[in-house]
């Protein structure tokens, strides 16, 4: 992913900018929105541009496994949200993540995906 500078006026541009090419491939720019700080101010991440390449035929079994591991960590991720016990746990984590990023890793923006990300790193290191 590279990182883009726009010039003024597209600095202030909002939306998609490009759809799918026919190519089997879609360009996207973003920028993310890591919640709001706690007086109210929005997190912003960096700017992005990439392509992403639309999948065509079957999935590999090497896919598959991960698709259900990935399932399995979703599961794990909404009994952990129902306890209140374990998702203040993870509240912590997930506001120290986005209060104190670390070069390298990925910030998360909903506190589920994070879980989630969380647990299926240590689902796939169990393996």
Known sequence: MSQVTYMAPVEEVRGKICMNRGNGSVMVT?????????????????KEMYTYHLHKG??????????????????????EMNDPERLAHW?????????KPKRG???YVKIQCYIAAQLLRKLK???
Do not use: H, I, M
Request: proline letters at 4%; charged letters at 30%.
């Open 30 to 46: 973003r920028r993310k929105c890591y919640g709001k700080t706690k007086n109210g101010t929005p997190r912003l991440g960096p």
């Open 58 to 79: 079957k999935w590999s079994a090497g896919a598959e496994a991960n698709r259900e591991l990935f399932k399995v960590a979703q599961q794990q991720a909404t009994a």
């Open 91 to 99: 509240q912590a984590l997930f506001e120290e993540q986005l209060d």
């Open 105 to 107: 890793e990925k910030q």
């Open 125 to 127: 290191t169990q393996q």
